[in-house]
């Protein structure tokens, strides 16, 4: 089975329950979780005992929304030694299967306009924190991953947990929660329009100098690197899908 996802990403992406809604908002995170790919095709989610404490709710709960995401075929339980719940999700072929967004087109292009805001701010808090060397590390893995993704479909949950690994080395809860849901939405929109190599090849060029300017601590470059990038990605959909 694959190896199971960093710890860091699983922080980032699982947080406590508030509300009384519960079960819907297991079912939300835990989701999204295996769609970004912070837990992939063949990996296996934590213990039960794990992810209730994490996520902050009885056991009894989680397990009607693990069952939830087994109905919908997101994963499958296999019994006996080395069991457990493991992932059954595979990502589409990006612009295999476009949805209809009409209905909720002005939504989805406000979610550009608050990712706009967002995650130029997270490179710009990261670039100006003083990163460990194993946050360094964890942060140039997650880039290199990018460059190493076999096809379109992993290309595109490996892009999500990059930049996912950009806000959880701002160490702020708020940044990651904010980013999780930007990044939550733009998968979506990203699956509905075909791979172009020639954005690929810009995005990571992108990418390299982002990674760069965080490390090195230069916070305004990072900000501007990343402001462009979600122009450019903007772009792209406007021109595709709207």
Known sequence: MTASPSTELTEAVLRPVRGHHAFE????????AIRLGIYPHGSTLPPERELAERLAVARATLREAIAALRAAGLVRT?????????VDY???FPGAAAPDFADRLASLQDVLVFRRVVE?????????RTLSAEQQEFLAAAHQQVAEAEGPAEHRQADSRFHLAI???TQSPSIMRSVTEVQAA????LNAIPVLPVNIEHSAKQHHTLVHAILEGEATKARRVMESHCDDTA????????
């Open 90 to 92: 595979r990502p589409p």
């Open 78 to 86: 296999v019994r006996g030694r080395g069991g457990g719940t493991v």
């Open 167 to 169: 806000a959880t080395v």
């Open 25 to 32: 908002a297991c079912v939300e995170q835990l989701g999204a």
């Open 120 to 128: 130029p701010g997270a490179c710009h808090v990261a670039a100006t």
């Open 186 to 189: 733009l998968h979506e929109m």
């Open 235 to 242: 772009a792209l959909l406007r021109g595709l899908i709207a």
